[in-house]
């Protein structure tokens, strides 16, 4: 089944303990971005990646890193973590079309940093 | 910068016409997307429309893009409970990112 795999979906973790998210996806995308989701502000992006090796800064990268060693891998690591990263966390991945290639999501990962 | 705006809320009795209206400022965008979250659950892509088209129909789904006006509108007809859940408005731009509004949570009332 054709799908973005995030892990873990919850996560409670203390200020400064450095943690991963892990996102995978099967579809053989180049493009994965990583997006957080806050009331009222829908979603907005983190870092996004368009092929392996290729990482660019979204609209609020401060307080996270990526990497992306193999195509199908695009972990979220926050090296530091702080109360207002506590959000729900997305994965997406796409074909690079520049036409009608939706985003396909993960199911999420609920952060709460104490 | 540039922003995509829904109204946050909407409430319908099951069985009416649902629409949820959206605006957009980017004039390059090539292809506009509606995704549906359900709780717990990641966004699903419901259908999308390509910048140069004003109207797609799929079932129970129509899609209206006014693009003089940057205007996208979702009306779902005959509105069902298992239609509750937040619709988010997406616009895709040049550079292959998406950009989304803040999501538009849709109430069904039995």
């Known amino acids: 089944e054709a799908q973005v795999t995030q892990n873990p979906r919850y996560l409670i973790t203390v200020t400064g303990k450095k943690l991963t998210v892990t996102c995978s996806q099967n579809m053989n995308h180049e493009y994965m971005s990583w997006y957080r989701q806050d009331p009222g502000l829908g979603l907005r992006q983190i870092y996004y990646s368009m092929n392996v090796e290729v990482t660019d800064k979204g609209d609020v990268p401060e307080g996270y890193k990526v990497s992306r060693k193999e195509k199908r891998n695009f972990p979220l690591i926050l090296e530091s973590p702080s109360p207002n990263q506590t959000s729900l966390y997305f994965c997406a991945s796409s074909l690079i079309s520049g036409g009608g290639s939706p985003l396909h999501f993960g199911n999420g990962t609920r952060l709460t940093v104490t | 910068g540039e922003d995509v705006e829904q109204s946050l809320f909407l409430s319908v009795r099951e069985g009416d016409s649902s629409v949820i209206n959206c605006t957009y400022t980017d004039s390059s965008s090539t292809y506009l997307y509606w995704y549906k979250q359900e709780p717990g659950a990641g966004l699903q892509l419901l259908t999308y429309?390509?910048?140069?088209?004003d109207m797609k129909q799929d079932q129970r789904l129509t899609v209206l893009l006014n693009k003089k006006d940057k205007h996208l509108s979702l009306r779902i007809a005959d509105t069902q409970t298992g239609d509750s859940a937040i619709y988010f408005c997406a616009e895709r731009i040049e550079n292959n990112d998406m950009r989304f509004g803040a999501g538009t949570r849709l109430t069904v009332k039995p």
């Open positions: 429309i390509f910048s140069n088209m």
